[in-house]
């Protein structure tokens, strides 16, 4: 038979369960009242405007005559341009860098010597047709002289 302090034993343990459990009621009832009260504690009622972005964008558009991705003119040989020339830098330094078919032809030898270009072949020359074509050497430099300046001095 069971002893007396055993009965003890197990009757604190039943209590200390109750106890917890009952403890537990309380405070998912209490958090559910709260949810029901005042729900946006839980999640946000700003609107949120969802956009939908396509999935694969189409990176050879053009708009307006500009290739979106490059912005660069949209003419014959644009394509082997792009695949050949931004593979390693900006189309920006294309356009900045106005030259005659010559020097082109020689900024090409030079990349290929030190900067390991691959050979172009055919696509050398529209290449080079292509920028002088869309991107000539402008006579003038980057701004206009200035001209009639008020000079002043500075008192020392």
């Known amino acids: 038979m ?16 109750v106890f917890v459990l009952f403890s537990l009621f309380l405070i998912t009832g209490g958090l559910i009242v709260y949810y ?7 999640h946000s009622t700003e609107s949120k405007t969802i956009v939908n972005i396509p999935l694969e964008e189409d990176e050879d558009r053009i708009e307006n005559g500009i290739h979106i991705r490059t912005g660069l003119i949209n003419n014959e040989g644009l394509m ?3 695949n050949n020339c ?3 830098h900006s189309s920006k330094l294309l356009v900045q860098n106005r030259m ?6 020689a900024t ?4 290929q010597e030190t ?6 072949g055919k ?9 002088v074509t869309n991107y000539p050497p402008r006579d003038m430099g980057r701004r206009a002289p200035i001209e009639n300046i008020n000079w002043y001095y500075l008192k020392e």
């Open 2 to 17: 069971p002893k007396e302090e055993d009965y003890k034993k197990l009757i604190n343990k039943v209590t200390r369960l």
């Open 36 to 42: 029901t009260v005042n729900p946006s504690y839980f």
């Open 80 to 82: 082997t341009v792009v």
């Open 86 to 88: 931004t593979n390693c």
């Open 100 to 105: 005659n078919a010559e020097r082109w032809n």
């Open 108 to 111: 090409i030898k030079w990349m």
């Open 115 to 120: 900067q390991n270009l691959w050979d172009l």
């Open 123 to 131: 696509n050398q020359k529209v290449i080079v047709n292509y920028l």
